[in-house]
T-cell receptor
Framework: QQQVKQSPQSLIVQKGGIPIINCAYE??????FPWYQQFPGKGPALLIA?????SEKKEGRFTISFNKSAKQFSLHIMDSQPGDSATYFC??????????????FGRGTQLTVWP | DGGITQSPKYLFRKEGQNVTLSCEQN?????MYWYRQDPGQGLRLIYY???????QKGDIAEGYSVSREKKESFPLTVTSAQKNPTAFYLC???????????FGPGTRLTVT
């Protein structure tokens, strides 16, 4: 059973556009929601993360929006660039219990930004 | 440089052979993880270890084995019992901030 559902599977935008990737979860014990960026042939790298006590977090051109009541969160990339073309994964984890630190990943979104 | 190293980057094996993938970290992290990545499937957890000499099965542990004899090292053995071993394998670790996992560069295993 997929604990974190991610959509869309792929996304194509033009340079300067604002791609939005959405994720949803069911487990209310989750309290940490990171996004990872992965380039082909490389390991994922932590991009930005949010905790449920805030509704939005920005780091540069990347913004996470978080809706606790809907159990959804999304990644927005402002002024997207061809160099942002990568696969993006959302994830969730809970900070307590024997599975401390374990991340549950979405299936990924392959983003292509055309110049 | 601190980080996670995985070797080799590419690995080719014949069906029926066991193969061991290396994962080493010099970040002084207690917890280490192995994931398998297939196209469209995301990252699926194989095994994880939160302390030396202890490890737990993840969601897809069948056909795999691990050991954790040293804090720095968490090798993964893909056994001949794994039905579809061809995949991209990723090792990760985290320290005192449990959810901030850092990934290695991965090993692409091809079994023919």
């Amino acid at each position: 059973q997929q604990q974190v559902k991610q959509s869309p599977q792929s996304l194509i935008v033009q340079k300067g556009g604002i791609p939005i990737i959405n994720c949803a979860y069911e487990n209310t014990a989750f309290d940490y929601f990171p996004w990872y960026q992965q380039f082909p042939g490389k390991g994922p790298a932590l991009l930005i993360a949010i905790r449920p006590d805030v509704s939005e977090k920005k780091e540069g051109r990347f913004t996470i929006s978080f809706n606790k009541s809907a159990k959804q969160f999304s990644l927005h990339i402002m002024d997207s660039q061809p160099g942002d073309s990568a696969t993006y994964f959302c994830a969730a984890s809970r900070g307590r219990g024997s599975t401390l630190g374990r991340l549950y990943f979405g299936r990924g979104t392959q983003l292509t930004v055309w110049p | 440089d601190g980080g996670i190293t995985q070797s080799p980057k590419y690995l080719f094996r014949k069906e029926g052979q066991n193969v061991t993938l290396s994962c080493e970290q010099n970040l002084n992290h207690d917890a280490m993880y192995w994931y398998r990545q297939d196209p469209g499937q995301g990252l699926r957890l194989i095994y994880y270890s939160q302390i030396v000499n202890d490890f737990q099965k993840g969601d897809i542990a069948e056909g795999y084995s691990v050991s954790r004899e040293k804090k720095e090292s968490f090798p993964l053995t893909v056994t001949s019992a794994q039905k579809n071993p061809t995949a991209f394998y990723l090792c990760a670790s985290h320290g005192t901030s449990p959810s901030e996992q850092y990934f290695g560069p991965g090993t692409r295993l091809t079994v023919t």
